[in-house]
């Protein structure tokens, strides 16, 4: 598998990063995925402003021909690895760069970021999108600015973890008394006929998926109140799904051993799966 690595296309195995690249000693990065099909990266745009957001979130300086020419690396990796048919996903984390001695300011003088890009190929996970999947509660252990897409993802991989453990498929985390995020989705739930979001803040990561769902939700008609669940609210709900690039639309059928509408997808879910089905494959099908 090939990568790209600051400025080298290189085979995965010989590519390495340094041990005082800031990402390696404090997190200090933040990355992106992007869903490809046949070649054609969905919702790119809105990817690669929300990296630069990111990146102005962290002050970490990459230069703009860098930047640009991020879409044109992802490309060329897709199809240096035969990624150009089919399912595939774009993987881009940069870190503020390699710098020593270790000290928690930023380098001085200034050090060029870290620039990884990989592309691997992507399985659907069409078997839950159709049956649904169970969650539990857990804590949202996260810092206060979950809005950046920070490599630092152990309150992350805690979560997923605890409901690994617990025999379920993933976790919705509650902060405060509400339903954020899922560790790795969005969250959107039903109730009479109306949905509700978390609303945009730096609570939770602005996800994509979340965005097209919003437009599907707009013209469907699907009345949106910008409102989290709260914790107790969670077993009166009709529908409740996650939301995510890697993720699409799965449905929630349990929350902590208890079912909604009768353990199966409920109705708003599978219209809005449909629709979404239709907006990933057809706009890449035009752009062709
Ligand atoms: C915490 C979190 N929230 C939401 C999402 C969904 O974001 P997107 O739809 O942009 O993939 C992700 C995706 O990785 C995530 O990690």
Redesign the pocket.
Known sequence: MQVYLNGQYLDQTEATVSVIDRGFIFGDGLY??I?SINGNLF?EK??LD?LNEGLSGMRIKLPANLFNSLSEISRKLLFQNKLMEGEATIYIQITRGAAYPRTHTFPEPNVDPTVYVSADTFTPHTRLHQRGVDAITVSDL?WMR?NL?TVQ?LP?VLARQQAWDAGVNNALMIRDGVVT??????IFAAKDGTLFTFPISNY?????????VLEICKELQLPVVHQPVREEELYELDELF??????DIQPVIEINGKKLNGGKPGPIVRKIQEAYQQRLYASVEKKK
């Open positions: 992106e995925v869903r919702r809105e990817h929300r996260r979950c897409k993802l992350n995020e899922s560790p790795n989705a969005n939770i990561l602005n996800g994509i998926t979340r965005g097209v996650f939301t995510g690039s890697t993720t």
